[in-house]
Structures are given as structure tokens and as C-alpha cells.
């Protein structure tokens, strides 16, 4: 045929295939997308998405397509997508991990149940037709060096197009990709491909390395007679230069400051997010060691006073522990059937309610409380607080933040804080209604930061090395009661809340503060200590 003797180049063929791909692979993606942002009003919005598929889409066959790969990967590709395009516009049916985990399961009698004239039409059309395509033309073959020129070139230009594209519109990207997260699994074939590496790499994770069981040498030695009992307040995305006990001009603690409050006013994160910050503030591994295949595979600081004989509880309003409670009791607030306080949504004062129950059931042991709140979880934050904690406005009241201006954001994130200050207050009065038989103290520390606009980024999950320092200076404070202040020195703690420091002191700080002795503690990570 004369059609196929004409020569194309490896990029060209790249692009072709790419623009194919997007084009004919995501019209669900667009339709469902279309439903949250309406055309006349998006479709600058719309067109960037576009773009930001097919440069995502063509950056990544650059990297992987060479002379003796570029032909079967791109047949594979279009074979794969005219499946997946049919299943996903008839059945609706997405391609993450637990589909891909069904589809290895399912024997092949199921998959005849699928063949229709339908399928056969899109499978013809948008795999094999194409595929013969790239099957049957000619490529050309430059000079290596001419070759990878090339490809440099349009590489680059597809990262400046991508990087512009979501910069102009980062608004835009980032209430999308939060609030819609499940619009990205219609994105074919990445998510299907980014499914199956994820299964992949699930199964071989399953099956490596067992368990490490570290610090079984954990023992109580307690420097005074009375019960421990230590609350460990887990913040959410709270900032630290949001708290006006930190010099914050709105006053959102009003109940803190009340109270002698030690601030950390130089803390900073190990991660940008949640599944990773958390999960490390446990760890005995420090930031610059930590991964979750190490990090969750072995004992945390809760294993060790655990073992070493405190109760240990954790109380969940967030997502989930990260694993880091896998091995401790824990109870989950985030449904009204145990949390009192859900209007609708469930609040963090709500672990207070019944916690004085489970310290004195615990016959007098320490005890050791995790509660892992809401806090200030983005970017529906007006949906974090009770209608009363509406004291700063106007506020943003859209999951959508590209429909609010920069001061509405603030004024709804600052009432979140207005109400994490007070749940701290409660409990701080609890510990102090347990003063009489307890050495109490709460320990809070956020997880992470949260950008709130500044240089047009919003929410969290920066790569740390390029994150903002809003994503990673957190807040942090310590409380003692009138006893534990006589155990502990105050004036170190102070000393050091003056200091730069990490999340990598957490394991040896609560440590120290359960007076929990092992060859795994170090002294100069403990912050409650000279
Ligand atoms: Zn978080």
C-alpha cells in the first residue's frame, strides 16, 4: 500500500499514537469530568486538561520507546486501551487495584460473557486498526545522536507545555484532583498501568521481608509513684504560623493561651502527607531512613510501650493509623455509632467523650492515648468545625477553591484551628480532672503543613525537597500538669521548644515522657530532656 511507504520518525509515531490514545481513550473521563465543571463556564479549564493528558501521556512513551521497544509497546498500549475504553464507557467499569487483583481471578468462561459486536467494533477499531498501523509503517533511523536530539527537544517542550498547564491553572489541579479522586480512574491507560504496578508491587511486598520485632528490652522504670498518662494529639495539617500563640495576628487560641503551653515554634515534618508523616512520627527510623516497606514492617514507638507495659489505645477521626496501630487497641471515631459528636460530620471532641471510662479501666497501669483528629483537613475545611467555631469571615464554603478568593480560604482554614484549640482545651481538662491519681501531660504535633495560596499553591503533598516551608512547619505543643512539671523539667523542655525540631525526636520523646527505658532510646532526640 502506498500509505505505508511513508517514513515516520520515533517521535513523530510517539506523538500520533499519544494524541490517539487520549483522544479516543478518555471519553468517559471527559463526560464525568464535564458533570463537575460545566463546559461554558471551563472550557479554558477543559482544553488544559487536554493538553495536561496528552503531554503526560506522550512525556512518558518518549522515556520507554526506543528502536526495538517503540513498535510492541505502542501495539500493546492501543490493544490494552480499545479493552479497557470499551469496559469503562459500557459498564463503568475502573481499573484499580482491586479490578486488576478480580480480573487475575477471573477464569476465561466470565470473559466470553463480554464479547459482543459492540466490543468486537471497539477492540477492531481502536486496537487492532491502529495497531496494524504502527505494525506496518516505517521508521526512520536517524543517527543516534540526531535521534536523541529530537527527542530531547520535544521531551522538554512536552514538560514546559505540562508545567505551564498546571500552573496557570493550579486552582483548578488541586481542588480537582482532591475532590475527584475518583475521576482519575478513568484516565486510560495510565490508571490501569499505575494499577498494575501497584498490584505488582503489593504482591511482592506481601511476601518479602518478615517482621521486625525491635526494643523487646522496653521496661518502665518510672522516676515517681503516681499513674502516667500521656494523651498524644495527632494535628491535621496545622500550621504553625496559624496560631496565635506563636505571635499569629487572629486569635485563634484563646483557650491555649490560657494555659502554660510549651510551643515548638521550629518543628517541621518528616513527610507532606498523611501516609507518610504519620506512620514515620512513630517510627524509630528518622526521616532521612524512613520508607513504608522498613518503616511498617517494624516495631513502632506504641510496640515499645506497649511491651513495656503501659495501655496503649488509639482513637482514629482521620482516615486510618497508616499501620502504626496495627498491633495496639484501637477504635474507630469516625462513624456516630461510637462518636457522640457527629452533625454530620464526626468531631474530634467526640474521642473525649467516653475516654475517662477506658483510663480508669485500666486498674491503674500508664497509659499512653493516641488521638488522631481531623483537624484541619482540606480543602472542604468549612466542614471541619461546628457552626459556633464560625468566627472569622467570610469563609470559603466550596470543596472547589478555585471558586473562593485567597482570603475566604484562610478565614475557613483559621476556624478549623479555632476549633482544634478547643478540642485540646478538653483535653487538657480531662488530664486535669485525672491530676489527683495521675502525672498527666498532652503532647500535640500536626502531621504536616498546608499551603493556603502562597505562590499559587494550595493543600499539602509537595515532594519534600521542593515543598514550601507551610507544608512541613508544623504546629507542636506540650502540656504538663502541676505533678508531671515536678517529674520534668519545664525550663529543658522550653529551652528546646526554642530549638529547630524534626518529627525524628517523637519515638524517644514519648519514650521519655512514659519513662520507658530501652537500648533503642536516645537522650538528645528526647525533647523533653537537656
Ligand atoms: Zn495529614
Known sequence: MQFFSKKISQVNLILFVGAFLTITGNFTFFE????????????????????FLFTFHAAILLIVCYRWTIKPILIFLLLVSSVLTYSTNNYGIVFDHNMITNTFETDTSEFSDLISIQSILYFSLLGLLPSYFVWKVKIINFS?????????KVFLTLIVVFIVVVLSFSKYYTSFARENRDLRLYITPTYFLYSSVKYIDSQIETSAKPFKVIGLDATINKRSDNRRLVIFVIGEA???????INGYDLKTNPNLEKEDIISFKEMTSCGTDTALSVPCMFSL?????????????????????SHAGASVLWLENNSSSKSVADRVEFRDYRTSI????????CRDEGMLINLQNYIDQQNGKDVLIVL?????????????????????KPICKTNQLNECTDTEIRNAYDNTILYTDYVLSQVIELLKRNSQVSDAAMFYVSDHGESLGEGGLYLHGMPYFMAPDEQIDVAAFMWLDDSMSRVFDKNIIKE??????????????????MDVETELYEKDLDLTVK
Not at 463556564?41 to 482544553?47: M, R, Y
Not at 488522631?372 to 457552626?387: D, L, V
Request: hydrophobic residues 35%; proline residues 6%.
Open 285 to 305: 527510623l528518622g526521616r532521612d531512613s524512613y520508607s513504608h516497606s522498613k518503616g511498617k514492617n517494624m516495631s513502632n514507638v506504641l510496640d515499645l510501650v
Open 372 to 392: 488522631h483528629t481531623m483537624g484541619s483537613h482540606g480543602p472542604a475545611y468549612y466542614k471541619r468545625y461546628p457552626e459556633n467555631f464560625e468566627v472569622f
Open 32 to 51: 464525568k469530568t464535564l458533570q463537575v465543571y460545566p463546559f461554558s463556564e471551563n472550557w479554558l479549564f477543559l482544553a488544559s486538561l487536554f493538553l
Open 338 to 345: 461510637i462518636n457522640p459528636i457527629c452533625n454530620p460530620e
Open 238 to 244: 496545622a500550621r504553625r504560623d496559624h496560631m496565635s
Open 144 to 152: 543516534l545522536k540526531r535521534q536523541l536530539w529530537q527527542r530531547l
Open 496 to 513: 528546646n521548644a526554642k530549638l529547630p525540631q524534626t518529627q525524628d525526636s517523637l519515638f524517644h520523646t514519648l519514650l521519655g515522657l
